[in-house]
């Protein structure tokens, strides 16, 4: 079956650009992760939905990033006003359920020029 | 708050050498365990993992890993190494019971393949 579908797998754009970055989770899955991976930081958490609602944000660097989720399936992260230590793999990932293991998309890359 | 420790940055193995990934978790209660594995431009797949129960857990592509409570361990092994091994490895915990499962890894480790 179709995995977690991510999109643009690549994404390049200049610095204070906003970005939306997506994800399609696997059918049926209720829990959606994102996380971001770095050079310097490693992976990292950023948002949890369960279904269309947020219950943890708290690692969303700052208020330019935000996240939404509708019908309890597709999600949008989007980040505005691009900094350059924005650049870095974002991944999401969803389970049937929380707290079950998670399946990840293959990512979008950013780079800020 | 939780945390994961993988000591090794990198290891290199010969291909058919047998291979031991350590991961040390830091968290209050019993954590839940995973070990996930990347190749360049891919996302995270699952290998195992530990929730409770049997301490000893079987994953895919033949590796296995072990819970240590006692030494808060959860060391990830393969017999035989194959080149196709060659990758990215994840520890990561997340809390057991009602949470809703946010990760958190340890910062990885790169296994290099000799022929």
């Known amino acids: 079956g179709a995995g977690v579908s991510q999109s643009p797998s690549n994404k390049v754009t200049e610095k204070g650009k906003d970005v939306e970055l997506r994800c399609d989770p696997i059918?049926?899955?209720?829990?959606l992760y994102w996380y971001r991976q770095s050079l310097g930081q490693g992976l990292e958490f950023l948002i949890y939905?369960?279904?269309?609602?947020?219950?943890?944000k708290s690692g969303l660097p700052s208020d330019r990033f935000s996240a939404e989720r509708t019908g309890g399936s597709v999600s949008t992260l989007t980040i505005q006003r691009t900094q350059q230590e924005d650049s870095a793999v974002y991944l999401c990932?969803?389970?049937?359920?929380?707290?079950?293991?998670?399946?990840f998309g293959d990512g979008t890359r950013l780079s800020i020029l | 708050a939780q945390s994961v420790t993988q000591p090794d940055i990198h290891i290199t193995v010969s291909e058919g050498a047998s291979l031991e990934l350590r991961c040390n978790y830091s968290?209050?209660?019993?954590?839940?365990l995973f070990w996930y594995v990347q190749s360049p431009g891919q996302g995270l797949q699952l290998l195992l993992k530990?929730?409770?129960?049997?301490?000893l857990v079987q994953g895919i592509k033949g590796f296995e890993a072990e819970f240590k409570r006692s030494q808060s361990s959860f060391n990830l092994r393969k017999p035989s190494v194959h080149w196709s091994d060659a990758a990215e490895y994840f520890c990561?915990?997340?809390?057991?019971?009602?949470?809703?499962?946010?990760?958190?890894f340890g910062q990885g480790t790169i296994l290099t393949v000799h022929p």
């Open positions: 968290y209050g209660a019993t954590p839940y």
């Open positions: 990932a969803s389970s049937p359920y929380s707290n079950q293991p998670q399946h």
């Open positions: 939905f369960q279904g269309n609602s947020a219950p943890d």
């Open positions: 990561a915990v997340t809390a057991g019971g009602t949470s809703y499962g946010k990760l958190t």
């Open positions: 530990y929730f409770s129960g049997d301490t």
């Open positions: 059918s049926g899955h209720t829990a």
